[in-house]
């Protein structure tokens, strides 16, 4: 079975949609929210074409070197972004964010990679950068949740036990709801892939749990990791 080709002209379909929500930003006067859209679709764009281009140079490689370069550079972009939610001390709490997210992230995906793939070569990119780019982004995700809600609880005069609890919690639940979800409500992207390329359902059923298995777990720890770093650290502006 051949994945069914898609030309410009129909890839631009995909965007009326997007253009629709848009639209509606502008129509309710929330202009800065539709520019924010519109730059982070231009964005988007820009970052998948020069990712696609780069990819076909990657994953013909067979240095070791250039594919922890590449996974190197996703963990650090993914532990600042991590920290969007907490402006005022984003440089501040970077280190704790990226020991959070890499110890995390690169543990699970060994795991993953030599225990349940075997993956041959070990830095085979094929494997490796799809799956740390899905590691990293739930970790990144997951931090990023804990450290607004950690700080938001903090300020309201929550205690300090109690706060990091509401925020480890307020954490996984996109993931916990993905999983509830799973199945029933969708079929994740990877798994509808793999089955679009002509793998058997049952084979990228598997595959999916690996994922779900892979995301819960490394969500959940770096969560868990940020929180024990940042214990009662209180929110100060970094330029005052």
């Given at each position: 079975?051949?994945?069914?080709?898609?030309?410009?002209?129909?890839?631009?379909?995909?965007?009326?949609?997007?253009?629709?929500?848009?639209?509606?930003?502008?129509?309710?006067?929330?202009?800065?929210?539709?520019?924010?859209?519109?730059?982070?679709?231009?964005?988007?764009?820009?970052?998948?074409?020069?990712?696609?281009?780069?990819?076909?140079?990657?994953?013909?490689?067979?240095?070791?070197?250039?594919?922890?370069?590449?996974?190197?550079?996703?963990?650090?972009?993914?532990?600042?972004?991590?920290?969007?939610?907490?402006?005022?001390?984003?440089?501040?709490?970077?280190?704790?964010?990226?020991?959070?997210?890499?110890?995390?992230?690169?543990?699970?995906?060994?795991?993953?990679?030599?225990?349940?793939?075997?993956?041959?070569?070990?830095?085979?990119?094929?494997?490796?950068?799809?799956?740390?780019?899905?590691?990293?982004?739930?970790?990144?995700?997951?931090?990023?949740?804990?450290a607004e809600r950690y700080y938001s609880e903090l300020s309201s005069g929550t205690e300090a036990k109690s706060a990091r609890l509401h925020?480890?919690?307020?954490?996984?639940?996109?993931?916990?709801?993905?999983?509830?979800?799973?199945?029933?409500?969708?079929?994740?992207?990877?798994?509808?892939?793999?089955?679009?390329?002509?793998?058997?359902?049952?084979?990228?059923?598997?595959?999916?749990?690996?994922?779900?298995?892979?995301?819960?777990?490394?969500?959940?720890?770096?969560?868990?990791?940020?929180?024990?770093?940042?214990?009662?650290?209180?929110?100060?502006?970094?330029?005052?």
């Amino acid at each position: 079975m051949e994945v069914a080709y898609i030309s410009i002209p129909a890839l631009s379909v995909a965007f009326l949609p997007v253009a629709v929500v848009v639209a509606i930003f502008y129509a309710w006067s929330a202009r800065t929210d539709g520019n924010t859209a519109i730059y982070g679709l231009l964005r988007m764009l820009l970052q998948l074409l020069l990712v696609g281009y780069l990819l076909n140079y990657i994953f013909d490689t067979d240095s070791s070197v250039v594919v922890a370069g590449v996974l190197s550079f996703m963990l650090v972009a993914a532990s600042w972004i991590a920290l969007r939610t907490v402006p005022l001390q984003r440089r501040s709490l970077l280190l704790p964010s990226l020991v959070a997210i890499g110890v995390s992230s690169l543990t699970v995906l060994a795991l993953i990679t030599q225990g349940v793939l075997q993956v041959e070569p070990w830095y085979n990119p094929r494997y490796m950068l799809p799956l740390g780019g899905m590691v990293f982004a739930g970790s990144m995700n997951a931090v990023s949740l804990a450290a607004e809600r950690y700080y938001s609880e903090l300020s309201s005069g929550t205690e300090a036990k109690s706060a990091r609890l509401h925020a480890f919690q307020a954490s996984l639940i996109p993931v916990t709801n993905s999983m509830f979800a799973v199945g029933l409500v969708s079929l994740p992207g990877m798994m509808t892939g793999q089955i679009l390329s002509g793998i058997s359902p049952l084979i990228a059923a598997r595959y999916q749990i690996v994922v779900m298995c892979m995301l819960f777990g490394a969500a959940g720890i770096s969560a868990a990791a940020f929180l024990v770093l940042n214990r009662a650290k209180p929110l100060t502006d970094e330029h005052s």
